[in-house]
């Protein structure tokens, strides 16, 4: 009789404790995987503008301590109607802890002037979502304004003097192209002129091998890319680091 009691005591103890602990599991927050964005870019160059029925530049840096599992960029109106969004699900983005972010947001020509509320959220792991939000002021282009320049970029971070690159970028211009200019800055400055799209206009592809002037010294360079229209209106893109080696 002693022994059954002393049994039935050790299994409703054991069936206490199991319940205790699965309270205890279930209650138990999960981790806070923090995300964190820097050096945000809202339109070219920090402007904070967009155009529309064009696009919107977006850029960030953005570390996260679990892996990231989604990237969503949106813009909404002053009454919080989203009038634009679009999931970027490629695999740079998702699966990584920390990846620069540098997308294009396309607005239709429907979208009206004003100003609008842009977001980019990102989720996390560990079930986290932080988001990165700035005012941003839409306009209509103008008839006549200045060529756009997009995607600008190279083939490959460096170089030898003499030796060749390409240079990729898509470019928007109402006038026809007047002059394109690539110089390559750096302690000095070494511009290269490309004729071959003059008198082009509208959407041109720009891709152009470029020989790097043999008179550049070895270092760290810029890149920049100058498009021109026939009525004197300029645009200017850049590539930040490049280096020409011996």
């Not at 949106?74 to 009038?83: I, W």
């Not at 460096?158 to 007047?178: C, F, S």
């Not at 004197?232 to 680091?241: F, L, N, S």
Request: proline share 4%; hydrophobic share 35%.
């Amino acid at each position: 009789m002693k022994k059954s009691f002393i049994m039935s005591a050790i299994a409703l103890l054991s069936v206490f404790t199991l319940s205790m602990t699965s309270c205890s599991d279930d209650d138990d927050p999960v981790a806070e995987s923090k995300i964190e964005f820097k050096d945000a870019e809202f339109g070219h160059h920090n402007s904070k503008t967009a155009f529309v029925g064009k696009d919107i530049h977006l850029e960030c840096e953005i570390a996260s301590e679990s892996k990231i599992t989604a990237i969503t960029a949106s813009l909404k109106d002053k009454d919080g109607k989203t009038v634009a969004t679009k999931n970027y699900t490629d695999s740079k983005y998702i699966g990584v802890l920390n990846v620069k972010f540098h997308e294009h947001l396309h607005l239709s020509a429907d979208i009206k002037e004003g100003d609008y509320r842009c977001i980019i959220s990102v989720t996390n792991e560990r079930g986290t979502t932080k988001t990165l939000e700035e005012n941003i002021k839409l306009t209509m282009p103008e008839a006549n304004a200045a060529p756009a320049i997009h995607h600008f970029e190279v083939n490959t971070p460096e170089a030898k003097a003499g030796g060749k690159i390409t240079l990729t970028a898509h470019i928007e211009t109402t006038a026809p192209i007047a002059e394109i200019e690539v110089e390559f800055h750096g302690e000095e400055e070494y511009p290269v002129e490309v004729e071959d799209f003059n008198g082009k206009s509208g959407k041109v592809d720009f891709k152009k091998e470029i020989t790097v002037p043999a008179e550049c010294t070895p270092g760290s360079y810029h890149i920049h890319l100058t498009v021109t229209d026939k009525n004197g209106k300029a645009t200017t893109e850049g590539i930040p680091v490049f280096t020409i080696t011996k």
